[in-house]
């Protein structure tokens, strides 16, 4: 059974630095793309940032360009997220989703989220 | 302001087919396949359809999506009180170099 579970979510000042955690279990986690995801409270999905299988290729949506970077480590079926210099507007519940083996990511299966808040 | 346009809501009887529509623009869906997720409430979003019109194992036949130059939709048939929940599109864009998702359509079952 495919598993994604996020950790290290929780509230944090702004200016400040959080690292998002998802352990993948179930499926061959070096084979796959991976993606962050997330949603402020009240709104819609906003993708955040996107590594290939092998980290050779991750992109960011422009507004935390600079400022999160994407990580994983395949020995560990893992995957990151380095979130720094921390806005207000960073506050959403952040998920991480399967991409694909090739070609476009398919959101196969997501984790159920952690909670990021930022707030002084 | 979402990439992708998608009506805020939308709402149908049991038993009725309802249509959410996506409209993008020549970046995103004129260029790239479309997926299309199904978030109920409190829970994580769950993917519908992908590749514009193939359901997942397990998505029941009930729901189809189709694409059509710029713009794609999402077809649910003998709508039931389960399917109540907000819908996303999203595609890639070649512009932006990243996923753009639409901003949600909540369907509400009557």
């Known amino acids: 059974e495919v598993q994604l579970v996020e950790s290290g979510g929780g509230l944090e000042q702004p200016g400040g630095s959080l690292r998002l955690s998802c352990a993948a279990s179930?499926?061959?986690?070096?084979?796959?793309?991976m993606n962050w995801v997330r949603q402020a409270p009240g709104k819609g999905l906003e993708w955040v940032s996107y590594?290939?299988?092998?980290?050779?290729?991750?992109y960011y949506v422009d507004s935390v360009k600079g400022r999160f970077t994407i990580s994983r480590d395949n020995a560990k079926n893992s995957l990151y997220l380095q979130m720094n210099s921390l806005r207000a507007e960073d506050t959403a519940v952040y998920y991480c989703?399967?991409?694909?083996?090739?070609?476009?990511?398919?959101?196969?299966?997501w984790g159920q989220g952690t909670l990021v808040t930022v707030s002084s | 302001q979402s990439v992708l346009t998608q009506p805020p809501s939308a709402s149908g009887t049991p038993g009725q087919r309802v249509t959410i529509s996506c409209s993008g623009s020549?970046?995103?869906?004129?260029?790239?396949?479309v997926n299309w997720f199904q978030q109920l409430p409190g829970m994580a979003p769950k993917l519908l359809i992908y590749?514009?019109?193939q359901r997942p194992s397990g998505v029941p036949d009930r729901f189809s999506g189709s694409k059509s130059g710029t713009s794609a939709s999402l077809a649910i048939s003998g709508l039931q009180s389960e399917d109540e929940a907000d819908y996303y599109c999203?595609?890639?864009?070649?512009?932006?170099?990243?996923?753009?998702f639409g901003g949600g359509t909540k369907l509400t079952v009557l």
């Open positions: 590749s514009n019109n």
């Open positions: 590594i290939s299988s092998s980290s050779s290729s991750v």
């Open positions: 179930g499926f061959t986690f070096s084979s796959y793309s």
């Open positions: 989703a399967r991409g694909s083996i090739r070609g476009a990511s398919l959101f196969d299966y």
């Open positions: 020549s970046s995103n869906i004129g260029s790239n396949t």
């Open positions: 999203a595609a890639w864009d070649d512009s932006l170099n990243g996923w753009v």
